[in-house]
């Protein structure tokens, strides 16, 4: 149950930070409206990142890979920090945290999904 709530977790947060980019995108095209949507956005997949996180304690209490827990806890403050950038729009740090942050989205969900059912 642990593996599947890890496997929901990463697979949610990584279509919130995919999304997240569209959004962006969109936004930079001239869609300003979407840049609510971002900031909603960006704090849910924050909020995905941290249940990831504890679903990922939880794991390493019953033994589990530290891993899990170590990436998590660094994309959930990278996460935060990049919420934070957004807030104070300090897009010259703001964009490139969150291509570095979809990379590893994309990277943790493939390593969940290899764990051993």
Known sequence: MI????RVFAALATVGGVSQAIL???FLSGDVDRILDHRVGGIVTSVLLFAYTVVA???RIR????WPLAIGAVLTAASAAQVHLGFI????????LGVVIVVGLVMLTHRTFRLAA
Request: aromatic share 0%; glycine share 14%.
């Open 3 to 6: 593996r599947v709530l890890l």
């Open 24 to 26: 962006a995108g969109r």
């Open 57 to 59: 304690v939880v794991a």
């Open 63 to 66: 033994r589990g890979p530290t």
């Open 89 to 96: 729009r300090n897009l010259g740090l703001h964009v490139p």
